[in-house]
């Protein structure tokens, strides 16, 4: 297992997703500014195989919750991380407090760039957490040649 790249998160599915629930709206997130003057960039972490682990674990779950969940990666990304934990030094461990107890787990780099490790709720915390340790490893060792 190792990692191919990390594309920028899809922003042509958030916008699929919202315009699904927000019939009258269109949603552009190329033009999004965030409040505090800066966007991060966020990036979801592709092992070679091209599967990207959070992709998956969203993909999962009904069309409310993948709403909620793109919803706050978006307010994420403008800055604002609301309830999250240190797991260590390299990986934030993102709460959400809806679902049950929905986690997702990120490693910033040079305050710009958010790379999504994976996703899981509470019951499955303790193995997402070292999932998301190992694909952080598998990408340092890709970064460093």
């Not at 629930?21 to 990036?43: A, P």
């Not at 599967?51 to 990666?73: A, G, T």
């Not at 899981?120 to 460093?144: F, P, R, V």
Request: glycine residues 6%.
């Amino acid at each position: 297992m190792g990692i191919l790249s990390y594309p920028i998160l899809h922003y042509d599915r958030i916008a699929a997703i919202l315009n699904s629930h927000l019939q009258n709206l269109t949603v552009d997130f190329l033009v999004s500014i965030g409040y505090n003057g800066f966007m991060k960039e966020l990036k979801i972490l592709t092992l070679k195989n091209n599967k990207r682990p959070l992709d998956l674990w969203i993909d999962s779950l009904d069309n409310s919750m993948q709403y909620r969940i793109l919803d706050r990666l978006s307010r994420l990304q403008e800055g604002y991380y609301g309830d999250f934990k240190m797991i260590d030094s390299e990986i934030k461990e993102l709460r959400l407090k809806f679902g049950s107890g929905y986690r997702i787990y990120f490693h910033e780099t040079k305050d710009t760039i958010i790379l999504l490790l994976c996703g899981g709720d509470k019951s499955t915390q303790s193995k997402d957490i070292k999932k998301a340790k190992e694909y952080l490893n598998l990408w340092k060792e890709q970064q460093n040649g």
